[in-house]
């Protein structure tokens, strides 16, 4: 039996390898949530009867991460086998004025203003799309310039604008945050890739989002500015 090659370059241009992260998330998913029930659910159990501080605050803990664990196995199955998107008609501004409601308050806790720019287009402002994924991802990439303005340890803007144009709505999130490396960009929406040192954090964020697009068939583009990032969404 010849070999098989797996890809060199980002996980998300190689089949091969979502293949094998599909595979790992079902077995995973079984057996590594199953102890995890269990352990989760007798330390709830455990916080019922505990009254000693120190104890339940370790107890918490213990909740706290299983639950975390139970997340990065959901990422990845999400992540290697996506759901079907529920396709439906919309009002796009509607929909990202409610991501932008629950969005401020955690930005104004940081000292970080969110600026919401939307391009009237009359009968185009409704989109046949899945809302519940697009909020997903837009959700997401807030998320991702909050952090990135985080790390670099500063108060800044973030940016989401949507213009529409040539039969497609764009939607850009822009931030000040200083940007993503050069020698990180060809693998920002790998799972799990170690960006911090570019202001990014870890995990599936931009995976997802990745991924999100590639259900609505959508595309997603990043620059850098002279600002910092620039992500750009393409909804049809």
């Not at 909740?63 to 199955?77: K, N």
């Not at 993503?180 to 995990?203: C, H, K, M, N, T």
Request: hydrophobic share 40%; aromatic share 8%.
């Amino acid at each position: 039996m010849k070999p098989t090659h797996l890809c060199s370059t980002s996980i998300a241009d190689c089949p091969q390898i979502l293949d094998a992260l599909a595979e790992f998330a079902a077995g995973a998913g079984h057996e590594i949530n199953n102890p995890l029930s269990i352990i989760n659910g007798r330390a709830q159990l455990l916080l019922r009867e505990i009254t000693n501080p120190e104890h339940r605050q370790q107890l918490e803990i213990i909740v706290t991460q299983t639950r975390r664990a139970y997340e990065m196995i959901a990422d990845v199955r999400f992540f290697a086998r996506p759901p079907e998107a529920e396709m439906e008609r919309f009002h796009l501004r509607e929909e990202l004025e409610k991501v932008i409601k629950e969005q401020t308050p955690l930005m104004s806790e940081h000292g970080i203003t969110l600026h919401f720019e939307f391009t009237p287009a009359g009968k185009e402002e409704y989109i046949y799309s899945d809302p519940v994924l697009l909020h997903t991802a837009v959700m997401l990439l807030c998320n991702n310039a909050r952090e990135s303005l985080l790390l670099a340890e500063k108060r800044g803007d973030i940016f989401l604008r949507s213009v529409y144009g040539g039969g497609h709505w764009t939607l850009t999130f822009a931030d000040d945050g200083g940007g993503i490396a050069d020698e990180v960009l060809p693998y920002i929406f790998d799972p799990y890739y170690s960006g911090r040192q570019a202001g990014r954090g870890l995990g599936f964020g931009l995976p997802k989002v990745w991924r999100i697009m590639q259900i609505l068939g959508g595309n997603i583009r990043y620059k850098n500015t002279k600002q910092g990032a620039a992500f750009e969404l393409e909804l049809t």
